[in-house]
Structures are given as C-alpha cells and as structure tokens.
C-alpha cells in the first residue's frame, strides 16, 4: 500500500519555539519522491521541498529543515524560531515513479497555530 | 516566474448542474492533473492526462467528471450533474517532462460550492 501518515493533527506553539512536524510513509517502490506543501489561510499549495528517495542528505533552507531517514520511512520538518506567518496547513506528499506523470498521494495534514 | 492558473476562482451552482473548471498549465509542460480537498481535509487526486488521454485516475473519477485539453493552453474539469458531495476546492497541476524530480506545479484552486 501507498500511504503517507501525518499523526500530529494539530500543533499549537508560542512564536520563537522550534516545531517538528512528523510524515511517516509506505511504498513498496525503490524510487520515489518525498514533498511538503503549505497551505496557507488563502488555500493555496505552496511547494516547500522535494527529496528523492536516493538522496538521504538533510537539507536546511533559512528557518526550515528536513530530515530524511529512510530506515524508518520518515521525513520530517522542522520550523526553527516559529513565527506567525507559519501558521498554515502543512502537508506531506508521496510521489511515485521516474517520470513525471504519476500521482501525489498526500498525508492529511497538519494545522500549525503559532500564537504571538 | 510561470505559473498555472485557475478560473473561476470560486464556482457557485445548483446541485445537478453542469460545471467546467478551468486551468491554463505552464506553457512547457506536458503532464497535467486534477487534485480535489474537500474542506478540512486531505488533498486528493483525481487524475493525470498526457498526450491527450488519461494516464491514471481514482476511484473519485467516476462517469460524473471528464477531462479535456481543448486547444494548446487550456486543461479543463468537467462535472456533468453535481452532486452536494462535489463541494471541494479543486487543484490543477502541470509538470514538465522530462523531470527527474516529479515535481508538480499547483494553481490557486477553484473552489466549488454546490448547494
């Protein structure tokens, strides 16, 4: 089966802590593409990252981070010193095969709150 | 910077209706799909097109929805009676080809209101 578990449901955090954001995944293919997308308040997706399931290197980005570990099947995020501007929707998503006309499977997301 | 757009915005219609939504993908690319989230929820796919004909598509596409690429732009979601359930905000996307890295380019949505 093909699945991407995001457990947190919703999060709640004072401006200026860190926050890790969890997404579990399965799949039975050796190739595949690992994303996170933000959904703002306006509802737009907005890419964040993409990692392929070759490339387990950690990747840092300003305030954000992704730690991919494929012995567990994670990739979680992490926000460094929230914000109020990261209160969003944040959604892991699987992405299977080489070519680019395969599907996104999408966890169920995960509600940030950062609360002045 | 390209983008995929997304018209109308928001749709509101009668239940039994025919809607259209319509998506201009970015001009280079040649995978296009249609992604649904029902409010609250987890987004969806629906379905892939290339070469004008569907490459794969969920359980949600059933006889209701058709997809269609009419002319050169435009990538558009056809819902011939709709249903309350149709409620959602749906999503397209484009990606370029070849890409080793899948990535698919989301519009703003148009959400859809079906009373």
């Known amino acids: 089966a093909q699945k991407v578990t995001q457990a947190q449901t919703e999060i709640s955090v004072v401006e200026k802590e860190d926050v890790t954001l969890d997404c579990v995944y399965e799949?039975?293919?050796?190739?595949?593409?690992l994303f996170w997308y933000k959904q703002p308040p306006s509802g737009e997706l907005v890419f964040l990252i993409r990692?392929?399931?070759?490339?387990?290197q950690n990747e840092i980005s300003g305030r954000y981070s992704w730690n991919f570990q494929k012995s567990t099947s994670s990739f979680n995020f992490t926000i460094t010193a929230s914000q109020v501007v990261d209160s969003a929707v944040y959604f892991c998503?699987?992405?299977?095969?080489?070519?680019?006309?395969?599907?996104?499977?999408f966890g169920a997301g995960t509600r940030l709150a950062v609360h002045p | 910077e390209p983008e995929v757009t997304q018209t109308p915005s928001h749709q509101v219609t009668q239940m039994g209706q025919e809607v259209i939504l319509r998506c201009v993908p970015i001009?280079?690319?040649?995978?296009f799909y249609w992604y649904r989230q029902i409010l609250g929820q987890k987004v969806e796919f629906l379905v892939s097109?290339?070469?004008?004909?569907?490459?794969?598509k969920s359980e949600i596409f059933d006889d209701q929805f058709s997809v269609e690429r009419p002319d050169g732009s435009n990538f558009t979601l056809k819902i011939r009676s709709t249903k309350l359930e149709d409620s959602a905000m749906y999503f397209c996307?484009?990606?370029?080809?070849?890409?080793?890295?899948?990535?698919?380019?989301f519009g703003p949505g148009t959400r859809l209101t079906v009373l």
């Open positions: 996307a484009s990606s370029e080809i070849p890409s080793s890295y899948n990535e698919q380019f």
């Open positions: 097109f290339y070469n004008n004909e569907i490459s794969e």
């Open positions: 799949t039975r293919d050796t190739t595949y593409y």
């Open positions: 001009s280079n690319h040649l995978y």
């Open positions: 990692r392929n399931s070759f490339d387990e």
């Open positions: 998503a699987l992405g299977l095969g080489a070519g680019g006309y395969n599907k996104l499977i």
